[in-house]
Nanobody, 113 residues
């Protein structure tokens, strides 16, 4: 199993970023996918999840209405569109197949003025 996150960076408050997660080593189109994040000094926390067909999405309350999870099964890729970013969104963002123990290396998102 390999998960490669990308798209992170430095952004000002109110800005936007789009994260990508390229997956391999399992049947992507049959698997739910999730995003998590870990801020400095804090535990890793759930951000969003999407079912295998992309028809059901769930979000943490802290990101609801600002973040959108999506996927492209033809590209084995999951996405996290992040809008109206806040200082508290600063973290390393990870994707994972919730049915497997593997994690990617993560991508850093820093919200700073």
């Amino acid at each position: 199993v390999q998960l490669v996150e990308s798209g992170g960076g430095l952004v000002q408050p109110g800005g936007s970023l789009r994260l990508s997660c390229l997956a391999s080593g399992f049947t992507f189109s049959s698997s739910a996918m999730s995003w998590y994040r870990q801020a400095p000094g804090k535990e890793r926390e759930f951000v969003a999840t999407i079912n295998n067909r992309g028809t059901i999405r769930n979000y943490a309350d802290s990101v609801k209405g600002r973040f959108t999870i999506s996927r492209d099964n033809a590209k084995n890729t999951a996405y996290l569109e992040m809008n109206n970013l806040k200082f508290d969104d600063t973290a390393v963002y990870y994707c994972r197949n919730p049915g497997l123990p593997s994690w990617g290396q993560g991508t850093q998102v820093t919200v700073s003025s």
